[in-house]
């Protein structure tokens, strides 16, 4: 099974930028994607991007295209949300996942599989 552990959120302001990363251990990724997902209060959890080991696909949330960009990192098995131009709406609990496709637009769709695996979340704010 694939572990997956995030860091980085914290307290921003309008139109900063903020980098998160998400360390994957345990199993193999060769058929894992790496996905992150936000939830703010009150609504419901959508997929922000995600990037499909194997191959390097990707795929992104509709919100985030253009202001959102993830990468991996192949020496230490870290895939990184690199966010920018933020926006208040951004705030949210974001969560890192190990998803088990080789399809970026499945794995930015994914509802709950029993195949996956979720990080604890990390907190982002966007506020003055």
């Known amino acids: 099974q694939v572990h997956v552990a995030e860091s980085g959120g914290g307290l921003v302001q309008p139109g900063d930028s903020l980098k998160l990363s998400c360390a994957a251990s345990?199993?193999?990724?060769?058929?894992?994607?790496i996905g992150w997902f936000r939830q703010a209060p009150g609504k419901e959890r959508e997929g922000v991007a995600c990037?499909?080991?194997?191959?390097?696909?990707?795929a992104y949330g509709d919100s985030m295209r253009g202001r959102f960009t993830i990468s991996r990192d192949g020496a230490k098995n870290t895939v990184h949300l690199q966010m920018t131009s933020l926006r208040p709406d951004d705030t949210a609990v974001y969560y890192c996942?190990?998803?088990?496709?080789?399809?970026?637009?499945?794995?930015?769709?994914?509802?709950?599989?029993?195949?996956?695996?979720w990080g604890q979340g990390t907190q982002v704010t966007v506020s003055q």
């Open positions: 996942a190990a998803i088990y496709t080789l399809s970026a637009y499945v794995c930015v769709n994914r509802g709950e599989n029993h195949l996956d695996s």
């Open positions: 345990g199993a193999s990724l060769d058929s894992y994607a």
């Open positions: 990037l499909v080991i194997s191959d390097g696909t990707r």
